[in-house]
C-alpha cells in the first residue's frame, strides 16, 4: 500500500511555511489523489499560529479556488484543526480534527502549550501543578476524553501531544504503569467515541520523539479495542507532506492493524495494508 493523501496538512494561511498552492503542487508531484487542508482555527490567545480573521473566510475561499482550479488533478478538502479551547463553526469546514495542544490556568487567562517547548512544559508543570508532572499528564488526558466527546472530531489529533518534549522520561516515565494507566484509560474513553485516530509523523519526522503519535503501546490498545487509524504528516512545509508514512504504515502493521482510513475521494475511507 502507498498512501496518497494526506489529511493533516497546514500552509500559510496558520503556521505553515509555504502557500497552500505549493503544498497542492507538492501533493501532485507525489501522485496524491487528495489533500486536505487543516490550519489551526482561529485561537484568540495564540493568533501567530492560528487563522488570523475569526471566521476563517480568507483560507475557505483559497481552498475553494484550488480545488476547482485543480479539480482535475486532484482532489482538495478544506478541513480545520480545531484545539479544544477555541472551538470552531463545524460546519464551515469538510472535517474536523479536534486536538489538545494547552493547559489552561484556571485561576486567570493563560495557556501553556504543552507542544511549545520544554521551557513551557516545565513552567506549566510548575505553574499548575506545583511540580507534579504526573498531575498534568492526567489533566491533559482528562482534556483530551472531553474533546472526543464535547466536539466528536473526525479525527483525533496527536493523542500523546503531551510526550512530545517529555523526551521518554524528562518531566515523567513514559515507560511506568502509572503513566501507561492514564493514558490506556483516557484512550479506551475516546475511543468509545468512534473517531479515526492519527498516526501523526510531525514531530517524528523532526527528530522530536521516539515514534510517531501514538506510541505503539496506546496503537496495541486501539487495535484490540477495534479502533480506526490513519496516517498523517501535520506537514508545516511542502518538502514534509509525507514524511515518514512508510514507517508509520510499518508501525501500523506491526501493531496489528490490517485496514487504514485514507482521505480519497473527498472521503474517509477503509483500506487494506
Ligand atoms: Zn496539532
Ligand atoms: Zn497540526
Known amino acids: 500500500m502507498i498512501i496518497r493523501s494526506n489529511a493533516h496538512t497546514h500552509c500559510d494561511f496558520c503556521d505553515g511555511a509555504d502557500s497552500a498552492e505549493s503544498m497542492v503542487k507538492a501533493a501532485l508531484a507525489h501522485g496524491f489523489s ?55 463553526i463545524r460546519s464551515d469546514y469538510d472535517y474536523l480534527i479536534g ?87 483516557a484512550l479506551d474513553q475516546a475511543a468509545a467515541v468512534q473517531p479515526i485516530f492519527e498516526i501523526n509523523t510531525g514531530a517524528f519526522a523532526n527528530g522530536i520523539t521516539a515514534t510517531p503519535y501514538p506510541e505503539p503501546f496506546l496503537l496495541k490498545s486501539l487495535q484490540k479495542l477495534g479502533g480506526r487509524v490513519m496516517i498523517n504528516s501535520d506537514c508545516h512545509s511542502a518538502e514534509q507532506l509525507n514524511s515518514c508514512f512508510a514507517d508509520a504504515l510499518h508501525l501500523a502493521k506491526e501493531c496489528g492493524f490490517r485496514r487504514l482510513s485514507v482521505l480519497e475521494g473527498g472521503k474517509f475511507i477503509e483500506k487494506a495494508i
Open 34 to 88: 487528495d489533500l486536505g487542508f487543516s490550519c489551526h482555527g482561529y485561537t484568540p490567545f495564540e493568533v501567530e499560529y492560528s487563522l488570523k480573521d475569526s471566521c476563517g473566510d480568507a483560507y475557505r475561499a483559497e481552498i475553494k479556488r484550488l480545488k476547482l482550479l485543480y479539480a482535475n488533478q486532484i482532489n482538495i478538502s478544506c478541513g480545520v484543526e480545531q484545539d479544544f479551547y477555541a472551538p470552531v
Open 99 to 185: 486536538s489538545v495542544h494547552y493547559l489552561k490556568d484556571p485561576r486567570r487567562d493563560v495557556y501553556y502549550g504543552v507542544d511549545a517547548d520544554q521551557a513551557t512544559l516545565a513552567a506549566c508543570i510548575d505553574g499548575l501543578f506545583g511540580g507534579d508532572a504526573m498531575t498534568m499528564v492526567e489533566q491533559f488526558y482528562r482534556i483530551s476524553v472531553e474533546n472526543a466527546i464535547k466536539y466528536q472530531p473526525d479525527i483525533i489529533g496527536h493523542f500523546d501531544l503531551v510526550t512530545k518534549y517529555n523526551d521518554i522520561k524528562l518531566f515523567f516515565d513514559q515507560d511506568s504503569p502509572a503513566y501507561q494507566k492514564i493514558a490506556l484509560t
